[in-house]
C-alpha cells in the first residue's frame, strides 16, 4: 500500500523543479554581469546570507571545502574589489572576509530584482491559491525548523482585496 503523501511529494518536487527551469531563462543580469566563476559567486552569496564578515574557516566549513581552496576564492574576489580582508580584532592572526560597498550595491540589486520578479509571479495566482501557498510554504519553513513572521496582516497591498 503506498503513502498517498509520496505523490504529493513527488507532484510538488516536479512542481518546483519545472518552476526553476522556467526562471533559469530569467536569470539575473548582475549575475551575468558580475561574470565570476561559480566558487566565487557562491562564496558571495555565503558572506552576502551571513550578514557579518567570516573568517576563512567559516566559509570553507559554509562551503564545504579546504582552507586553500577558500584562499583562492577570496583572492579572485578582492581583484574585482567585491570582497575585502580585514584582520579580526578578536583574534589578529585570523583575517576576515567581508562584502566591499560595490558587492553589497550589487547583492541588493539582485535581491530586489528577484524580488520585483516573484511579486509579479505570485499576483497571477488568485487569492485562495495565495492563502494555500502562504500555508504550505509556512508548514514547509517549520518543518525545517525556521521560524516565518506573518505579514500579511500588517503589509496589505491595495491591490490584495479580502473577499
Known sequence: MTDPADGLCSDIQAALGALMARQRSGRSQEIVQLDVPIGQL??????WTAGKPQTMGQIAQALGVGLGSVTGLVDGLVERDLVR???DPADRRQKLA????????????MERERSVVATRLLRRMPLDDLRALRQGLVALATAAGASVPDRS????????KEL
Open 42 to 47: 557562491k562564496t558571495l552569496f555565503m558572506l
Open 85 to 87: 580582508r580585514d584582520e
Open 98 to 109: 567581508r562584502l566591499t560597498p560595490q558587492a553589497q550595491a550589487r547583492l541588493r540589486r
Open 153 to 160: 496582516r500588517t503589509h496589505r497591498s491595495p491591490e490584495i
